[in-house]
């Protein structure tokens, strides 16, 4: 099993690039802002140490293959819906409202390519759920 240990230092690292990621839902479509999280630097840092995210913006972990994972919430204050995708787009997993600080391991529960990471209450928001469709560059086309 992979674990993608979520951090660095406060403030540390180099900005990531932006990329568009389009959610397909029963409520339509909802274009979110992602950073990308495609080495093991990146990945390792995550969200850690950040104490905003703005509405309809997220982290998007690439692992570049497809495997189990499991992520945890050391040294993020934030609260966070994790979303494990398959290298297709598809959602097999949401875990909405993570738990602060905590280091209690959150399973992919399925095997994944990449983890999007947005603030608690997103997902029930926008209506992600298990068998949502995601659309962007890095998705394989079905």
């Known amino acids: 099993m992979a674990l993608a240990l ?3 230092a406060p403030g540390g690292g180099v900005a990531l690039a932006d990329e568009p990621l389009v959610a397909v839902t029963a409520h339509g479509r909802t274009t979110l802002t992602v950073e990308l999280a495609d080495d093991p630097t990146e990945r390792a840092r995550g969200l850690m140490f950040r104490e905003a995210l703005p509405a309809d913006h997220g982290m998007l972990f690439d692992f570049g293959t497809t495997a189990d994972v499991a992520f945890w919430m050391k040294n993020t ?3 966070l819906d994790m979303i494990f995708i398959r290298e297709d787009g598809e959602v097999v997993r949401v875990v909405p409202n993570t738990v602060p600080y905590s280091t209690t391991e ?3 529960g399925a095997p994944v390519r990449f983890v999007l990471e947005v603030e608690a209450g997103t997902a029930r928001r926008l209506g992600i759920t298990a068998g ?3 659309e962007g560059e890095r998705f394989l086309k079905p």
């Open 106 to 108: 959150i399973p992919s």
């Open 6 to 8: 979520a951090a660095l």
């Open 77 to 79: 204050p934030l609260s």
């Open 132 to 134: 949502t469709r995601f």
